[in-house]
């Protein structure tokens, strides 16, 4: 067994811990396919944050010691042995296997926690491109770094840049403990990214999809979201997924998200949050979402998200986990994050 932290975790792998995860968000079966693979200690620096509520509480926001993690391979013989959990109701279960001549999306699930990867595929075909995507995502005009949220009524200053942009302009969406921002319009470089994230999204679920019908295991796939899929495929009228981008700038290590759910009400229900990492990798560390009674809460995966890499959080990850970018003081670099999401409008 080697230790997670000598190894840095820059690799693509996901790593999933075996702490059990109470109710019926985790069982044992929800663990096989997972290579066993033991972290001694990892120290992540505060994760308290702009949406974080417990890490200011309890273990003061170091990482409690973790043990017994299980590191998913990265082969298709791991994918294939991943463990299937029921279905939530209105959900379509059974699928037929992705078509090898599709981008390499992993699923990365974890227990009513579905999340599809797909590593290095927007902003541009090679780091160079993506290099230039960045930049001209770093100097758009409505990023603010001066933000100030609320923690159980205690101000704090947020420790990132921050900015918003929604179709047509105007949306208003409001995170908690943050007060509404306004929204402008999408600027070119963010639609076309849009476009791309789109596109890949459509035609990896679309071609999964038989008869309506799609789902992997332990990732099901609302026939809502697929039907809108679907619905993109005619040129003839303008068909949006994501109606909304929350942009993040982490300037250095140093910046981070603390442990959140995008949970907000005004979230369509069906479809996934999109979030497309540029720059140097981060870590994404996911918990549970806090239970009666639970003091401290392990992490239970980690993410290295890349360069180019797109992340699908499907309903319902955002009911049973939280997630989080921890302070990494020896990342060297900035990384622009930016996550879509359908907000509903009527
Ligand atoms: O930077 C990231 O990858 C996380 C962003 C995120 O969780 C959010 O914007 O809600
Ligand atoms: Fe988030």
């Known amino acids: 067994m080697k230790s997670i932290k000598s190894a840095g975790v820059a690799s693509s792998s996901v790593v999933v811990a075996a702490a059990k995860i109470s109710g019926s968000a985790a069982d044992d079966d929800a663990l096989k396919g997972f290579e066993i693979e033991r972290i001694e200690e990892h120290d992540s620096g505060s994760f308290s944050g ?10 003061g926001g170091r990482q409690s010691t973790l043990v017994g993690f299980w590191q998913r391979k990265g082969d298709k013989r791991s994918r294939d042995s991943s463990p299937t959990t029921s279905a939530p109701r209105n959900i379509v279960p059974r699928l037929r296997p992705p078509s090898s001549n599709n981008p390499p999306w992993e ?3 974890l227990p009513n926690g579905p999340m599809l990867l ?3 595929c927007v902003g541009g075909l090679n780091p160079s491109e993506r290099r230039s995507t960045r930049e001209a995502l770093a100097s758009l005009p409505d990023w603010k770094d001066d933000v100030k ?10 420790r990132r840049r921050i900015c918003q942009y929604s179709k047509g302009g105007g949306i208003s969406y409001s995170y908690s403990g943050l007060k509404r921002m306004d929204a402008p319009e999408f600027p070119q470089i963010l639609h076309d990214v849009k476009c791309r994230v789109e596109d890949l999204i459509r035609d990896y679920i679309l071609d999964m999809t038989k008869d309506g019908q799609v789902s992997l295991k332990n990732l099901s796939i609302h026939s809502e979201f697929v039907e809108l899929l679907n619905s993109m495929k005619s040129d003839t009228v303008e068909k949006n997924v994501y109606n909304y981008c929350l942009c993040n700038h982490y ?8 442990y959140h759910a995008d949970d907000e009400v005004s979230l369509d229900p069906h479809s996934p949050i999109a979030s497309v990492s540029f720059g140097i990798t981060r870590n994404f560390d996911i918990r549970a979402r806090k239970k009666k009674s639970d003091a401290g809460r392990p992490r239970l995966a980690r993410v290295a998200l890349g360069d180019g890499d797109l992340l699908l959080m499907f309903p319902p990850m955002q009911g049973n986990y939280e997630h989080s970018i921890p302070v990494e003081k020896r990342a060297a670099g900035e990384r622009i994050n930016l996550t879509f999401r359908r907000i509903i409008t009527t």
Do not use: A, T
């Open 251 to 258: 300037r250095n290590g140093e910046e981070y998200m603390g």
């Open 107 to 109: 699923n990365i699930s």
């Open 118 to 120: 797909l590593r290095g």
């Open 50 to 59: 702009h949406r974080s509520s417990m890490e200011r509480r309890g273990n």
């Open 149 to 158: 949220f609320k923690i159980y009524g205690k101000e704090c200053q947020m």
